[in-house]
């Protein structure tokens, strides 16, 4: 990784590496976020949860049960234990990455795409987020912080006013938001995040109308990838961050 990532431009459609190239790699590992920056991904997608010393690690479920050989909460382990336990698949071997580790590895060579999971069982990980993106001198321009819990993205919000966010939006809301509620989130965040599956051309296309993004999860198929690209989102997360690329620029 040499070059400086470009920041977003709001016209251009984001490839977001969902969990790294976790089509590829182990998701959340080093390996997955090297293989996206290397598919020349916008973003990294990190999920993140706390350890018992309160520490941000990337790992996307509350247990360590599915996608390590451990068992049991993250929030059960110091990090130093977290890390003893195998995140790889097969016979590559991975470790569970702190936030801290992503940071200092990557810095402002990519950007990131962070989702606060669970911000009820871990408060303060707002703050423990923006005080690592200090210390690692993590541009606000390279970050965008998604999460379901619109509590967490209003702490964010009150903490630093230009961070862009998305509001996620649950797989089992198959309806339209209504105008009421896409005025609510239009009042601290920049764009919603709804499963793809819920979409219609008309949601996007209302969505769009109060300026706001439109990142659907998650999008592994070329041609609902083209599809949506027709309705008008402005970024995608996908598991094939190659697959996107190829659909937008050799069209
Ligand atoms: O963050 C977008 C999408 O990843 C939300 O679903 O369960 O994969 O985190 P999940
Ligand atoms: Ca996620």
Same mark, same amino acid.
């Given at each position: 990784i040499h070059t400086q990532a470009a920041s977003i431009q709001a016209e251009k459609v984001a490839i977001i590496a969902h969990r790294g190239a976790s089509g590829y790699e182990p998701e959340h590992t080093m390996q997955s976020y090297l293989a996206a920056v290397q598919q020349k991904a916008d973003y990294i997608e990190l999920d993140l949860h706390m350890s018992k010393d309160q520490q941000l690690v990337a790992i996307h479920? !509350? /247990? *360590?049960d599915r996608t390590t050989n451990g068992t049991g909460y *993250? /929030?059960? !382990? #110091?990090v130093k234990q977290l890390q003893r336990l195998n995140a790889g698949k097969g016979n590559k071997k991975a470790v569970i990455p702190t936030l801290e580790e992503i940071f200092r590895t990557f810095g402002n060579r990519t950007n990131y795409y962070i989702e606060t999971k669970s911000p009820h069982e871990y408060p303060g990980m707002e703050k423990e987020l923006l005080t690592l993106m200090a210390k690692y001198n993590i541009? #606000?321009?390279h970050v965008i912080v998604q999460s379901f819990s619109p509590e967490s993205l209003k702490t964010v919000h009150r903490y630093r006013p230009t961070m862009k966010l998305i509001q996620l939006i649950r797989s089992k809301q198959t309806n339209m938001l209504t105008d009421q509620q896409f005025r609510q989130i239009k009042t601290y965040a920049n764009g919603i995040g709804p499963n793809a599956n819920t979409l219609t051309k008309p949601y996007v296309q209302k969505a769009r109308s109060y300026d706001l993004d439109v990142h659907p999860y998650t999008v592994n198929d070329e041609k609902q990838m083209r599809t949506l690209i027709e309705w008008g989102v402005t970024g995608m997360f996908t598991n094939y961050p190659d697959r996107l690329y190829n659909v937008l620029h050799n069209k």
């Open positions: 479920d !509350y /247990k *360590v *993250v /929030k059960q !382990y #110091t541009h #606000t321009n």
